[in-house]
C-alpha cells in the first residue's frame, strides 16, 4: 500500500509536471474576449503570414537538405568500399555535436560580404559586388540547418540499409537487375521510413530552434513567440503564436510515429551478414574518390571548418579572456545540467520501473505525456510556464509564486525538465527491454518486491543505460537556448546564453569560447555512439 501511494504521487506529479505548459497554452484560448479577438486579428494582418510561410519554407529546405545528405552519405557507407569507409562511419556523426547556432556564428564572419571568403575571391579574380548570397537568410538557415541535422536522417537510414533484406537483393541480381537499379528499387525504398523519421526529427530540431532563427533575422514562430513575450509584452499574443508552433510540432511528431511504426517492417535475415549482396559494392579507383570527397566534404564544412572558425578568432583577439567569468559561466551550466540529469533520472526510472511492474492505462498515458516533452521546443515550455504563474501571482500576491519561478532556478529546472524527460525515460526504457522478466519472477520468488526490486535487481543491470540518459539529458541542457534566455534568474548567465549574447553584438572572438566549451561537451555523447556503433558493427 505504501508503495502504491509513493507511485501515484510520482505519476500525479510528474503528470502535473509536463503537462502544465500544454494546459495552460490550451487555457488561454479560453480568455477569449474582444481583446483576444483584435490581437489574433492583428497578428493574422500583420506577422502571421509571415511567420507561417517562413516556417514552412525552412522546414520544407531544410527536409530537402537533410534528406540527400543524410540518405547519400547512409548509402555510401553502408552499399560501397572505398577509401576511408570505416572513418566516415562515425565521422560522419560528428556535425550533431555542433549547436546550429554556434555553426551560424562560425560562418556569419566567413561568408558574409565583408568576410575573408569573398575578399579572397573578389581579389584573385578581380571581382566586383557579392560572390555568394547573404549568409544571414533563409537560405542560409537552411544550410545551417542541413549540415548538422542531417546526422538523424544518416543514422536511421544507415541502420535500414544495413538491415536491409538480402534475399530480395539477391533475387533481384539472379533476375538480372544491375547494381544501381537493385540499390534504387530494392535497397532504398526499405529505408523511407528510416528517413521519414530522421527528416521528423530534424524539423521538430528546425521549429524549437531560436539562435539560428534570431541571428539571422528569420520571422519564424519561435522568434515571434520571443518578441511578443519579451518585446511586445503581450502575453495573449505570444500564447496564441505559441499553441500554432505546437499544432505544428505535434503532427510532425505524428508524422515520425508513424514513420517508427513502419520501420518495424523492414525485412531482416539472420543470415545478411554472408550473403553476397549484404557485402558493400567494391567501386573503381575514380567513384571511391568521389564518395570520399563528398563525405570528406559534409565533415569539413558541418564540424571541422566551424571548430577552425570560431578558434581563429579566439587565437588572434587582442581582448584578454575573462577566465574568472568564463569559470562561472560554466559552472552554472554544469550546475543546471547536473541537477537536471538527476531529477529526469530519478523520474524516469521510476515510471519505467512502474510500467514494467503494471503497464495499466494510467502509467502508460504518464510515459506517453512525459515522451510528448522532447517534442515541445523552448519558447513553447516557457510560455506554458509563465501563464498560470502570472495568473496565480495576480489572484494570490502574498504567494510570492512568481519570484520563485523567476529569480531562482527552479523555473528553469522545471522547463529542462518538461522538455528533456522524455530523453532519459527512452534510454532507460531501452535497457529496461535487455532485462529478461525471468529475473523478476527469480527474485519475487526469493521475497524481493517493491522499490527493493528497483535498487537491489534491476539498477545495476541499467548502470549503463541510466549512464546515457544522464549524459544525453546533461548535454541537452548544456546547450538549450530559448528556456534558458528567458527564464534564468540575474547573474545566471549559462554558456549558451553568454555565446547568444557576444555573437549578436558582433563579439565572435569573445563568443569563441563559450562556443567551443559547447562543442567540447556535445562531443561526449556523439564520441559514444560512434564507439556503439563499431562495436556493433564488429559483432
Given at each position: 500500500m505504501h508503495a502504491f501511494r509513493i507511485r501515484s504521487v510520482v505519476f500525479i506529479f510528474t503528470a502535473l509536471l509536463i503537462s502544465l505548459p500544454i494546459l495552460a497554452l490550451i487555457g488561454s484560448w479560453l480568455e477569449w474576449n474582444a481583446v483576444s479577438a483584435q490581437v489574433l486579428k492583428e497578428l493574422a494582418q500583420t506577422v502571421l503570414p509571415d511567420y507561417l510561410l517562413t516556417s514552412v519554407l525552412l522546414c520544407a529546405g531544410v527536409a530537402v537538405g537533410v534528406t540527400v545528405l543524410g540518405l547519400s552519405t547512409a548509402a555510401a557507407v553502408t552499399l560501397f568500399k572505398f577509401p576511408g569507409q570505416s572513418f566516415f562511419e562515425w565521422a560522419l556523426l560528428l556535425p550533431m555535436a555542433m549547436p546550429a547556432y554556434v555553426v551560424a556564428y562560425a560562418y556569419t564572419d566567413f561568408f558574409q560580404f565583408s568576410g575573408p571568403l569573398q575578399n579572397f575571391i573578389r581579389s584573385t579574380w578581380s571581382l566586383e559586388g557579392r560572390v555568394f548570397p547573404?549568409?544571414?537568410?533563409?537560405?542560409?538557415?537552411?544550410?545551417?540547418?542541413?549540415?548538422?541535422?542531417?546526422?538523424?536522417?544518416?543514422?536511421?537510414?544507415?541502420?535500414?540499409?544495413?538491415?536491409?533484406?538480402?534475399?530480395?537483393?539477391?533475387?533481384?541480381?539472379?533476375?538480372?537487375?544491375?547494381?544501381?537499379?537493385?540499390?534504387?528499387?530494392?535497397?532504398?525504398?526499405?529505408?523511407?521510413?528510416?528517413?521519414?523519421?530522421?527528416?521528423?526529427?530534424?524539423?521538430?530540431?528546425?521549429?524549437?530552434?531560436?539562435?539560428?532563427?534570431?541571428?539571422?533575422?528569420?520571422?519564424?514562430?519561435?522568434?515571434g513567440v520571443y518578441k511578443a513575450w519579451l518585446i511586445m509584452d503581450n502575453r495573449i499574443a505570444a500564447a496564441q503564436l505559441a499553441t500554432l508552433l505546437l499544432v505544428m510540432v505535434l503532427i510532425l511528431l505524428q508524422l515520425e510515429k508513424q514513420a517508427q511504426a513502419r520501420m518495424r517492417f523492414t525485412s531482416s535475415n539472420s543470415n545478411a551478414a554472408n550473403s553476397r549482396e549484404a557485402q558493400p559494392a567494391q567501386l573503381s579507383q575514380a567513384s571511391g574518390f568521389a564518395l570520399a570527397t563528398w563525405c570528406g566534404l559534409l565533415v569539413f564544412l558541418g564540424f571541422a571548418l566551424p571548430i577552425m572558425l570560431m578558434l581563429k578568432p579566439l587565437l588572434m583577439s587582442e581582448t584578454i579572456i575573462p577566465w574568472q567569468r568564463f569559470l562561472e559561466w560554466s559552472f552554472n551550466s554544469l550546475r543546471l545540467g547536473g541537477i537536471t540529469?538527476?531529477?529526469?533520472?530519478?523520474?524516469?526510472?521510476?515510471?519505467?520501473?512502474?510500467?514494467?511492474?503494471?503497464a495499466d492505462f494510467f502509467a502508460r498515458f504518464i510515459s506517453q505525456l512525459v515522451g510528448l516533452g522532447y517534442a515541445i521546443p523552448g519558447a513553447v515550455v516557457?510560455?506554458?510556464?509563465?501563464?498560470?504563474?502570472?495568473?496565480?501571482?495576480?489572484?494570490?500576491?502574498?504567494?510570492?509564486?512568481?519570484?520563485?519561478?523567476?529569480?531562482?532556478?527552479?523555473?528553469?529546472?522545471?522547463?529542462?525538465?518538461?522538455?528533456?524527460?522524455?530523453?532519459?525515460?527512452?534510454?532507460?526504457?531501452?535497457?529496461?527491454?535487455?532485462?529478461?522478466?525471468?529475473?523478476?519472477?527469480?527474485?519475487?520468488t526469493l521475497g524481493v518486491t517493491g522499490l527493493a526490486l528497483l535498487s537491489r535487481?534491476?539498477?545495476?543491470?541499467?548502470?549503463?543505460?541510466?549512464?546515457?540518459?544522464?549524459?544525453?539529458?546533461?548535454?541537452?541542457?548544456?546547450?538549450?537556448l530559448p528556456a534558458t534566455l528567458v527564464l534564468r534568474p540575474f547573474n545566471t548567465d549559462t554558456l549558451a546564453v553568454v555565446a547568444f549574447q557576444l555573437a549578436r553584438d558582433e563579439r565572435l572572438g569573445e563568443a569563441a569560447l563559450p562556443s567551443l566549451a559547447l562543442v567540447a561537451v556535445g562531443l561526449i555523447p556523439v564520441l559514444l555512439l560512434s564507439r556503439a556503433m563499431r562495436q556493433t558493427n564488429q559483432n
Open positions: 547573404e549568409i544571414r537568410s533563409l537560405g542560409g538557415a537552411i544550410f545551417v540547418f542541413s549540415l548538422t541535422l542531417y546526422p538523424y536522417v544518416y543514422l536511421l537510414a544507415r541502420t535500414a540499409l544495413s538491415e536491409r533484406a538480402s534475399h530480395l537483393m539477391e533475387a533481384a541480381r539472379l533476375l538480372g537487375a544491375p547494381l544501381f537499379r537493385r540499390i534504387s528499387e530494392v535497397a532504398l525504398p526499405l529505408a523511407r521510413p528510416a528517413v521519414a523519421a530522421g527528416v521528423a526529427l530534424a524539423l521538430m530540431e528546425t521549429l524549437a530552434d531560436f539562435g539560428v532563427s534570431s541571428y539571422f533575422g528569420i520571422q519564424t514562430f519561435t522568434a540529469a538527476l531529477l529526469a533520472v530519478c523520474f524516469s526510472l521510476l515510471i519505467a520501473f512502474s510500467l514494467r511492474n503494471k516557457v510560455v506554458g510556464l509563465m501563464l498560470p504563474v502570472t495568473w496565480i501571482q495576480k489572484q494570490w500576491p502574498e504567494t510570492h509564486v512568481g519570484f520563485w519561478i523567476t529569480a531562482s532556478v527552479l523555473g528553469l529546472i522545471w522547463a529542462y525538465l518538461v522538455r528533456f524527460c522524455a530523453v532519459a525515460l527512452q534510454s532507460i526504457q531501452s535497457g529496461y527491454a535487455r532485462i529478461p522478466n525471468s529475473l523478476d519472477d527469480s527474485a519475487r535487481v534491476h539498477a545495476p543491470l541499467l548502470k549503463r543505460s541510466v549512464f546515457a540518459a544522464a549524459l544525453l539529458v546533461f548535454v541537452d541542457v548544456m546547450k538549450e
